[in-house]
T-cell receptor
Framework: AQSVTQPDIHITVSEGASLELRCNYSYGATPYLFWYVQSPGQGLQLLLKYFSGDTLVQGIKGFEAEFKRSQSSFNLRKPSVHWSDAAEYFCAVVVGGFKTIFGAGTRLFVKA | GAGVSQSPRYKVTKRGQDVALRCDPISGHVSLYWYRQALGQGPEFLTYFNYEAQQDKSGLPNDRFSAERPEGSISTLTIQRTEQRDSAMYRC????????????????FGPGTRLTVL
């Protein structure tokens, strides 16, 4: 069955430090992969997506993610975290062309 | 409007009552999705429409849940005889996706309806 695993329930990072959020997926075909961010009281916002081609994809707000087929991973990174990045982050895979399966999310805390 | 809107934003109801949750997608968006998000979890797919046709309802938990989109725009998710386990955030999303595996389009999410069943 298709699934998405985000092993870290929450992560705390100092402002200005680098960030990596882990995501592993299980899907037999070529995956369409996404990262979303959810701030309190807001809807989910798309950070970036991977369909094919270059395995390193750039997104909004300075985020990037790398697709590694051999590891079934799609980890999200940012070189320098800002306090405004504190939010919940969801990794997702689209199956069958439309059905999005989300991970359980990783909550990011940023300390001064 | 500029984005996906949902109403009400908060709904408190008593067990056994029916509730109707509304989603107003971005104008012109063909596809509409409903998700349920429990506390501490990611959104869980419920159902999906292309225009007014319900293409997939495999995620609806049981027959107390139903959804419609009669004119291919606004959608209503109805939960009959609510139970406490139905308490969750219900999210709607829309996209201009038309079913092509090559050209997946971004889903835009609404702010959600927080449902509490007492």
């Amino acid at each position: 069955a298709q699934s998405v695993t985000q092993p870290d329930i929450h992560i705390t990072v100092s402002e200005g430090a680098s960030l990596e959020l882990r995501c592993n997926y299980s899907y037999g075909a070529t995956p369409y992969l996404f990262w979303y961010v959810q701030s309190p009281g807001q809807g989910l916002q798309l950070l970036l997506k991977y369909f094919s081609g270059d395995t390193l994809v750039q997104g909004i707000k300075g985020f990037e993610a790398e697709f590694k087929r051999s590891q079934s991973s799609f980890n999200l990174r940012k070189p320098s975290v800002h306090w405004s990045d504190a939010a919940e982050y969801f990794c997702a895979v689209v199956v069958g062309g439309f059905k999005t399966i989300f991970g359980a999310g990783t909550r990011l805390f940023v300390k001064a | 409007g500029a984005g996906v809107s949902q109403s009400p934003r908060y709904k408190v109801t008593k067990r056994g009552q029916d509730v109707a949750l509304r989603c107003d997608p971005i104008s012109g968006h063909v596809s509409l999705y409903w998700y349920r998000q429990a506390l501490g979890q990611g959104p869980e797919f419920l159902t999906y429409f292309n225009y007014e046709a319900q293409q997939d309802k495999s995620g609806l938990p049981n027959d107390r849940f139903s959804a419609e989109r009669p004119e291919g725009s606004i959608s209503t998710l109805t939960i009959q005889r609510t139970e406490q386990r139905d308490s969750a955030m219900y999210r709607c999303a829309s996209s201009s996706y038309r079913g092509s595996l090559i050209s997946y389009n971004e889903q835009f999410f609404g702010p959600g309806t927080r449902l509490t069943v007492l």
